[in-house]
């Protein structure tokens, strides 16, 4: 492909609003073009490098026997009414109405969908397990689109579902996804690690994430550096030993003015935080619920969510504290309470804790479980912190920023009941099919290989996903010389079927080079002053290596080295 025929936008400078280091240099490189907030263009390299990660996802969806279709993008808001998720999913859903006002979405993802077009059809035991899968834009209106493709409100994704008749079948299916992730995030060249993450919006139980460690990545990755333990902060737990004894006080009120935050209560009483037990008013589905936890630590809302197996949780606001909670805000507790407590375990055998008094300014000192408050249930919902040990108490937990690349979920019956979705067992018998969901970012991967993989020169392709495989650069074009070698290098290479990308263009050479290395092709290959004597000199892009060969042996040590590459 000649250079002066591809559309390669290029730029020096770096964009003002371009943080993470793969939008920068994919915009700079010429990659891709935003058109509005969160909607990028693919340019022509970036779109070859999608079609790249895509051949790879086909191939190893090919080896599971999972079958590729498509499906609408956009999506009849009755679909989504019945599976309830109209409603619950939130302002993300992008809603549109036709000209006979009938309601519709854009597809942020296709459970509902791919469920419609299963159900009455793979209505016997006979015909199952089944996956579909499909590569399409999907849409999710953002309210912060930001660090260019990595959270868009336009996006390419691979989502895959399985229809299976049995837990043992839904296992199958989950493990043989699991493991051709894992062989298309290796061939990606990317470094990843499977954690324990949390169902969210698509309901279901068993749930892990493909997280790419990255510094500009929005999720905290939880791990033990022997490598057994690794989760979402979101879902992460820790080892928690019991408080120590202490003698049992009377309970006494004590007058706290305008001390309301756990470090006033306690900075006024003469105590650590983590005498001081938090109540955290929460508003589950319509229900009040009041949580607590030891004053050092932080509610984590999935997993309280997850226990409470809540459809919406939100903190009550000061009016619903007064109306549903009885109490004053800043000074709630568990005392004399009529509504729900749970309480994290770090409240379990908590001596002479503080809690507040349910009225202004007003906290009591020794309050102690049982004799001062009741607890319904304990169960962990802490925010872990770093440096604390695994669950056996083992390991210590680090935390690394990591980019979600990918998810796999046990979905069970949820959208099969709710649609109607069902199939005929063995004894006759109607059941629900049984269903797992698997998705993939393919453009929220292309990030997240630049994150790992670009220097300050430009972007660094490997060999599986270049747009080209090897850049030809002759420095001089009005050297007759250079360019006839550098064509006759051209053909040779692309006889042994490797890409090529020359350089044809009439500019200085500091450009070609500077521009060479923002695109980050594997191999470049420069014609130059050395041409007339048969000389060319190879670059490997990764490792700045270079050698010079001469034209006879060029092709077949291109082509060697770029074999041996990653």
Same mark, same amino acid.
């Given at each position: ?57 086909? =191939? ?37 109405? &036709? ?43 953002? &309210?912060?689109? %930001? ?23 839904? &296992? =199958? ?8 992730? %894992?062989?298309?995030?290796? %061939? ?17 139980? @068993? ?88 004053? @050092?630590? =932080? ?9 409470? @197996? ?8 000061? $009016? $619903? ?39 202004? &300014? ?41 980019? $979600? ?157 770029? =074999?041996?590459?990653?």
């Amino acid at each position: 492909m000649q250079q002066s025929k591809l559309f390669i936008p290029t730029s020096k400078e770096v964009p003002a609003d371009a943080e993470a280091l793969s939008h920068q240099m994919m915009l700079r490189a010429g990659y891709i073009k935003q058109i509005s907030a969160g909607a990028y263009a693919y340019l022509p390299l970036a779109y070859k490098v999608v079609q790249n990660i895509e051949k790879i996802v086909q =191939e190893e969806m090919e080896k599971i026997n999972a079958v590729q279709m498509v499906v609408p993008a956009i999506i009849p808001a009755e679909l989504w009414k019945e599976s309830g998720r109209f409603d619950s999913y939130g302002q993300t859903l992008f809603k549109v109405n &036709d000209r006979h006002d009938r309601e519709f979405i854009l597809g942020p993802t296709h459970e509902e969908t791919m469920t419609f077009i299963v159900r009455d059809l793979l209505n016997s035991y006979k015909k199952l397990p089944v996956t579909l899968y499909q590569i399409q834009d999907k849409f999710r209106d953002e &309210d912060r689109p %930001r660090y260019g493709l990595l959270r868009g409100r336009e996006f390419i994704m691979k989502d895959a579902y399985s229809f299976t008749s049995n837990q043992e079948q839904l &296992d =199958e299916s989950f493990n043989d996804m699991e493991r051709a992730y %894992r062989n298309i995030f290796d %061939r990606c060249g990317l470094d990843y690690r499977v954690i324990l993450g949390d169902a969210g919006a698509m309901g279901g139980s @068993d749930s892990k994430e493909f997280s790419a460690p990255a510094a500009i990545g929005e999720d905290t990755i939880v791990y033990t550096e022997n490598g057994d333990y690794a989760a979402n902060l979101e879902m992460a737990a820790s080892h928690f030993s019991k408080n120590e004894a202490a003698e049992v006080q009377e309970l006494e009120e004590v007058a706290t003015p305008d001390v309301k935050s756990i470090s006033e209560v306690a900075n006024f009483l003469n105590l650590q935080p983590k005498q001081v037990i938090k109540a955290m008013a929460f508003i589950a589905d319509d229900e009040p619920v009041m949580v607590l936890i030891r004053g @050092d630590y =932080e509610v984590n809302d999935v997993k309280l969510k997850n226990f409470l @197996d809540a459809s919406e949780l939100i903190e009550a606001t000061d $009016e $619903e504290i007064v109306a549903k909670f009885n109490s004053t805000p800043g000074f709630i507790g568990p005392k004399d309470t009529d509504v729900k407590v749970i309480a994290d375990l770090t409240v379990q055998g908590l001596i002479n804790g503080v809690i507040g008094a349910n009225k202004k &300014d007003t906290h009591y000192i020794n309050a102690n479980l049982d004799r001062d408050y009741q607890v319904e249930e304990f169960v962990d919902v802490r925010v872990v912190k770093e440096g604390e040990t695994d669950l056996d108490g083992s390991e210590q937990l680090q935390f690394t920023k990591g980019i $979600e690349i990918g998810h796999i979920f046990k979905l069970g019956t949820k959208y099969s009941k709710s649609l109607n979705a069902n199939f005929l067992d063995e004894n006759g018998r109607q059941q629900p099919l049984i269903m797992g969901c698997y998705g993939i970012g393919i453009s929220r991967l292309l990030s997240a290989i630049c994150e790992q993989n670009a220097d300050e020169n430009g972007l660094v392709w490997n060999k599986a996903l270049a747009p080209y495989n090897v850049h030809v650069v002759p420095v001089n074009t009005k050297d007759e010389t250079q360019v006839q070698l550098a064509n006759e290098l051209t053909n040779e290479l692309e006889d042994k079927q490797l890409s090529v990308l020359i350089d044809d263009r009439a500019e200085r050479a500091g450009v070609k080079f500077a521009e060479s290395e923002l695109i980050g092709l594997p191999i470049r290959v420069t014609v130059g002053k050395k041409a007339g004597e048969g000389i060319v000199e190879i670059k490997i892009r990764k490792t700045n290596e270079v050698i010079e060969v001469n034209k006879e042996e060029a092709a077949n040590k291109i082509q060697e080295l770029f =074999e041996n590459l990653n």
